[in-house]
């Protein structure tokens, strides 16, 4: 008996049925340093990053992708 693998939106954390996620590449805005946490001017940088329907939606509706990085740890979110 195999696993299923489980893939995540990496925007909301949605985690239904996979078919419903897609990874693509997206532009996002960057709003800390890639090597420390410290605020920086924001630019943009394309991640491939998975996503699912609904957040393909508000992104196809010109909402902005952000992205935050601190030990390790990347944060895509819309901000609200």
Same mark, same amino acid.
């Given at each position: 008996?195999?696993?299923?693998?489980?893939?995540?939106?990496?925007?909301?954390?949605?985690?239904?049925?996979?078919?419903?996620?897609? !990874?693509?590449?997206?532009?996002?805005?960057?709003?800390? #340093?890639?090597?420390? $946490?410290?605020?920086?001017?924001? =630019?943009?940088?394309?991640?491939?990053?998975?996503?699912? !329907?609904?957040?393909?939606?508000?992104?196809?509706?010109? #909402?902005?992708?952000? $992205?935050?990085?601190?030990?390790? =740890?990347?944060?895509?979110?819309?901000?609200?």
């Amino acid at each position: 008996m195999s696993k299923e693998t489980i893939i995540s939106c990496d925007l909301c954390w949605y985690t239904g049925d996979n078919s419903n996620i897609k !990874n693509i590449n997206v532009d996002v805005i960057m709003t800390t #340093e890639q090597d420390e $946490w410290r605020a920086t001017t924001p =630019y943009f940088e394309k991640f491939k990053i998975d996503v699912c !329907n609904e957040c393909q939606k508000r992104r196809l509706n010109w #909402e902005p992708v952000f $992205w935050s990085w601190a030990q390790w =740890y990347n944060d895509y979110f819309f901000k609200k």
